[in-house]
């Protein structure tokens, strides 16, 4: 009982210290914006600044949600009555980081790659490592596809690690303990899918439906980034979810981005 009050305790400290930490970088970017008119460069830096504080307060508080659903997943298995509550806490702390994430994400903003070749499993592996790690004592399984292992592309090694982690980030969230997650490769005219499957809870909504982009805790715009980094690679990122089924989402690479000799075999 004593880790449960902790718990619980420790979520509501979050979300108001979270609250309070959106409400003050809010304020100071209002502030900075304000400036911009009459201090110019210096303004401008300003504004640079506030937004990496941003993604960086958006970082620890998804951290710590994540954490808390590790938790909730935990407690949950042992039939703890607290654990409803302690899952939603670690929602409202992942949502409270996507709206974080938001400012941080300009729609004027061209995103300049540094390409180099990277290994998708090398990628996968560590983006993996990082999801499992930040829901600890929760636990999911991974199923990837060999195909995956070997494939090499040619791209921005950090934004393609960042789109990977909120991807799986998300199929974590959508899933409960020892839910499988199932990564694989697909080949086809539109370039190299890279699919994240699970049979989680789904939505009522597929990314097809215009109605989906006015639900602001819908998968896709809980995915904003990680559009936004699979657009700058030439990309595009395909979502597909059915309540009580499962999330597909695709992370499509074009062909010319494929580094691997010879065909890709599905996965």
């Known amino acids: 009982m004593n880790t449960v009050t902790f718990l619980l305790a420790l979520a509501l400290s979050a979300v108001i210290g979270a609250s309070v930490v959106l409400w003050l970088q809010l304020r100071r970017r209002d502030e900075a914006q304000n400036a911009m ?3 110019g460069a210096r303004a401008l830096d300003s504004e640079a600044l506030l937004l990496r504080r941003l993604q960086v307060a958006a970082h620890d508080v998804r951290g710590l949600g994540m954490t808390l659903h590790g938790h909730a997943d935990q407690l949950a298995d042992a039939g703890d ?3 409803p509550g302690i899952a939603t806490a670690a929602a409202d702390l ?3 980081a996507d709206d974080l994430q938001d400012h941080t994400i300009p729609g004027s903003t061209v995103r300049v790659l540094c390409e180099e070749t990277v290994s998708l499993g090398d990628a996968l592996d560590d983006a993996i490592a990082a999801v499992s790690a930040a829901i600890v004592p929760g636990r999911r399984q991974w199923r990837v596809a060999p195909a995956a292992k070997h494939i090499k592309l040619r791209a921005d090694r950090r934004a393609l690690r960042h789109a990977l982690t909120r991807v799986l980030s ?33 939505t009522v909504r597929s990314s097809t439906d215009t109605r989906g ?6 998968i896709g715009l809980r995915l904003t980034l990680a559009r936004a980094l699979m657009e700058a690679h030439g990309g595009c990122l395909d979502i597909e979810a059915w309540t009580g089924v499962g999330t597909r989402v695709s992370m499509i ?15």
């Open 213 to 218: 982009s006015a639900d602001s805790r819908g």
């Open 81 to 83: 009555r607290h654990a």
């Open 170 to 202: 998300d199929a974590v969230r959508t899933t409960r303990q020892d839910d499988w997650i199932d990564i694989s490769t697909h080949l086809s005219s539109r370039g190299l899918a890279v699919v994240i499957a699970d049979e989680g809870i789904g």
């Open 94 to 96: 992942m949502d409270l």
């Open 37 to 39: 008119s009459r201090l």
């Open 253 to 267: 690479f074009p062909t010319a981005r494929l580094l691997r000799d010879g065909a890709v075999a599905a996965g």
